[in-house]
Every structure is written in C-alpha cells, then in structure tokens.
C-alpha cells in the first residue's frame, strides 16, 4: 500500500513536471516567435525601396472630381505625392511610394479614374528609386 502511495506521488510529480516542462517551451518558443517576427518587421521597413514618377492624365478629367479621388486612392496604397488641374485640361502630378503600389497606381490612373472621368491615355515619366521620400502625405494642389 505505501509502496503504491509513493508510485502514485512520483507519478503525479512526474506528470506535473512534464506539464509545466511544456508550458516553459511553449511560452519560450512563442517569444522566440514573437522577436523574430519583429525583427523581420523592422528589417523589412528598413530595407523598402521607394520610387518615383510624374504622370499626366489625358480625357475628360477636370469638372468629374478626378483630383478627388486620385488623392483618396493613393493614400490607400500609402503613396505620397500630389496632384493638380493644368491649363490644358489634364491632371498632372507626381508620386512616390514602394514599387508594387506605385504601378498599382499606374493602372488606377491608366483604368479607372473617378466614375464621371473618361481616360483616353496617362503617361509617365520612368519610375526611379529615390532615396528616401520628399513628400509627407498625397495632396492636391490648386
């Protein structure tokens, strides 16, 4: 009976050591998950390319609110730059922002417009990798 007492205790030790033994490597592996997450975080922000270009809209894109909604799609691809009406009646401006939304970008200017726009062509300048970004937000110039 003692001897079956005493199986029992170090049976219930062993199981609770096993228990927290687990609970220590789960926890130490989640940290160690969480660092390296953020440390691919912050590698990743510190080695994003931003580039540049001018574009120029042609069509029917003064009077249909094309500013408007230019600068409300850039920023939601968090692109900086600005854009303005020209005496030719064109919409003109620059960009600025990872490569991948900058081409989205592109072909939102090229394709879509505002609802009461008609593009008949855009045109860009080449796309460059700049350094760092010259502007702080998407704007409209006036």
């Known amino acids: 009976m003692a001897a079956s007492k005493l199986f029992g205790s170090i049976e219930l030790l062993f199981i609770k050591f096993f228990v927290v033994t687990i609970i220590f490597c789960v ?11 953020n440390s691919y975080k912050e590698t990743e922000m510190s080695t ?7 574009f120029e809209v042609f069509g029917k894109v003064q009077g ?4 408007k909604h230019t600068e409300k799609q850039a920023k939601l691809f968090g692109l900086r730059g600005w854009c303005m009406n020209t ?8 960009m600025e922002g990872e490569l991948d939304k900058v081409n989205e970008m592109k072909n939102w200017l090229e394709t879509k417009g505002s609802p009461k726009s008609r593009i008949d062509k855009a045109v860009f300048s080449e796309t460059k990798e700049i350094p760092d970004y010259t502007f702080k937000a998407f704007t409209i110039k006036r």
């Open 27 to 37: 926890a130490y592996k989640s940290q160690s998950i969480v660092e390296s997450i």
């Open 48 to 54: 994003k390319h931003i580039f540049s270009t001018n």
């Open 64 to 67: 249909v609110f094309f500013r």
């Open 87 to 94: 005496s030719q009646g064109t919409v003109r401006g620059q």
